[in-house]
């Protein structure tokens, strides 16, 4: 199925045009107010535009002209599902419940939305939870029985709106792994803040300012060469791409270089110890933020570091530093320290940063 929506919201200075692919994921980036969750608003059927039209497949969702009403599907029909940061589960209701209230509402029997609900909880990791009320479950177990009660109803269209930003950084690599699997091949629109949700979910990425759309493509190129002034600011961290060499502990580039760091596993908020390390292989990303990243004229030695050799390709000022641009590859430094390398484009130095600075992700 394919998403086109066309909006023109003249009060809250919204006007934009989204198409989204058949089994693509698209992140939806940009500051408060620049219009992200009411576009999901919008495809949901919670606000109608001015002008616009909302089209699923082949199906008319919403056709407004002229602030006129020509066609009009309530959110019930829409067979469109959204996600907001509160999970909003039914508080009268078990945790399997919740999840069989989508089947239940499709006209599936109390037996067949059971199994599916049972289904579900062994989906999203928590099969013994089904008899437990919501308010018994922690907030990252409620977040993730609030995916799989949008999923249970099998909507053709997926609207997340910022589904991370109330839970705790130590439980967002547990639903961001679960969302990585229960995505896969759907159609899905994600609102977010984070450049990790954007990397690790999703195929292309719209960068929305102001209400409207000042960049897109591809997620790795988006975040790897931003143009966009939102874009850039957020796409600090380095990203580099590349696949687990299980030999070396580490991810080897594309370029051939090994990068060491903290490997986060891609599920389930196990302990370290029993986390499961990717095979030869896995594509896999490393990012660390440019703060991190120490410069050198001579390779490093020391405590576990990653280096590289760089060329420099601009000086840019970042506040009271220096940022040093090496291709994709940026480092902030202290312009005293930038004064004493005296660096110029084009010279060759050494990028060096801790392993412990380092993040590795299943890409």
Same mark, same amino acid.
């Given at each position: 199925?394919? #998403?086109?929506?066309?909006?023109?919201?003249?009060?809250?200075?919204?006007?934009?045009?989204?198409?989204?692919?058949?089994?693509?994921?698209?992140?939806? #980036?940009?500051?408060?107010?620049?219009?992200?969750?009411?576009?999901?608003?919008?495809?949901?059927?919670?606000?109608?535009?001015?002008?616009?039209? %909302?089209?699923?497949?082949?199906?008319?969702?919403?056709? %407004?002209? $002229?602030?006129?009403?020509?066609?009009?599907?309530?959110?019930?029909?829409?067979?469109? $599902?959204?996600?907001?940061?509160?999970?909003? #589960?039914?508080?009268?209701?078990?945790?399997?419940?919740?999840?069989?209230?989508?089947?239940?509402?499709?006209?599936?029997?109390?037996?067949?939305?059971?199994?599916? /609900?049972?289904?579900?909880?062994?989906?999203?990791?928590?099969? *013994?939870?089904?008899?437990?009320?919501?308010? /018994?479950?922690?907030?990252?177990?409620?977040?993730?029985? $609030?995916?799989?009660?949008?999923?249970?109803?099998?909507?053709?269209?997926?609207?997340?709106?910022?589904?991370? $930003?109330?839970? *705790?950084?130590?439980?967002?690599?547990?639903?961001?792994?679960?969302?990585?699997?229960?995505?896969?091949?759907?159609?899905?629109?994600?609102?977010?803040?984070?450049?990790?949700?954007?990397?690790?979910?999703?195929?292309?990425?719209?960068?929305?300012?102001?209400?409207?759309?000042?960049?897109?493509?591809?997620?790795?190129?988006?975040?790897?060469?931003?143009?966009?002034?939102?874009?850039?600011?957020?796409?600090?961290?380095?990203?580099?791409?590349?696949?687990?060499?299980?030999?070396?502990? /580490?991810?080897?580039?594309?370029?051939?270089?090994?990068?060491?760091?903290?490997?986060?596993?891609?599920?389930?908020?196990?302990?370290?110890?029993?986390?499961?390390?990717?095979?030869?292989?896995?594509?896999?990303?490393?990012?660390?933020?440019?703060?991190?990243?120490?410069?050198?004229?001579?390779?490093?030695?020391?405590?576990?570091?990653?280096?590289?050799?760089?060329?420099?390709? /601009?000086?840019?000022?970042?506040?009271?530093?220096?940022?040093?641009?090496?291709?994709?590859?940026?480092? *902030?430094?202290?312009?005293?320290?930038?004064?004493?390398?005296?660096?110029?484009?084009?010279?060759?130095?050494?990028?060096?940063?801790?392993?412990?600075?380092?993040?590795?992700?299943?890409?």
């Amino acid at each position: 199925m394919s #998403l086109s929506l066309s909006a023109h919201l003249p009060e809250r200075d919204v006007q934009v045009d989204l198409e989204v692919a058949d089994g693509e994921t698209v992140a939806l #980036l940009g500051p408060n107010g620049a219009g992200k969750s009411t576009l999901l608003a919008i495809a949901a059927g919670l606000l109608r535009p001015q002008d616009g039209r %909302v089209t699923l497949d082949d199906r008319t969702l919403t056709h %407004v002209e $002229a602030g006129r009403t020509r066609a009009w599907v309530p959110p019930h029909a829409r067979q469109v $599902a959204l996600l907001a940061q509160d999970p909003l #589960l039914f508080p009268h209701l078990s945790v399997r419940h919740n999840i069989a209230f989508g089947p239940r509402s499709r006209g599936a029997s109390r037996r067949t939305a059971a199994l599916e /609900a049972d289904r579900w909880l062994d989906r999203i990791g928590l099969p *013994d939870l089904g008899g437990r009320r919501p308010s /018994a479950v922690s907030g990252g177990q409620a977040q993730r029985v $609030a995916v799989a009660r949008a999923l249970a109803a099998e909507p053709r269209l997926l609207l997340l709106d910022e589904p991370m $930003a109330a839970l *705790d950084v130590d439980v967002t690599p547990a639903l961001r792994h679960l969302l990585r699997e229960v995505l896969a091949d759907r159609t899905v629109v994600i609102a977010t803040h984070d450049v990790l949700d954007a990397l690790l979910l999703a195929d292309r990425v719209v960068v929305l300012d102001g209400g409207r759309v000042v960049e897109h493509g591809p997620t790795r190129e988006v975040l790897s060469r931003p143009r966009s002034a939102f874009a850039a600011r957020i796409a600090g961290l380095n990203i580099t791409p590349g696949t687990w060499s299980a030999d070396d502990d /580490a991810v080897r580039t594309t370029a051939g270089d090994l990068v060491h760091g903290r490997l986060h596993d891609d599920g389930g908020g196990a302990e370290p110890a029993d986390r499961a390390v990717p095979v030869t292989g896995t594509p896999m990303v490393a990012a660390f933020r440019p703060a991190t990243v120490s410069v050198f004229p001579a390779r490093a030695t020391g405590s576990p570091r990653n280096s590289w050799p760089v060329t420099v390709t /601009a000086l840019e000022p970042q506040g009271d530093l220096v940022r040093v641009r090496a291709g994709r590859l940026s480092a *902030d430094i202290t312009p005293q320290a930038a004064a004493d390398l005296a660096i110029t484009p084009g010279d060759e130095v050494w990028f060096t940063v801790k392993a412990t600075e380092v993040d590795l992700y299943p890409a």
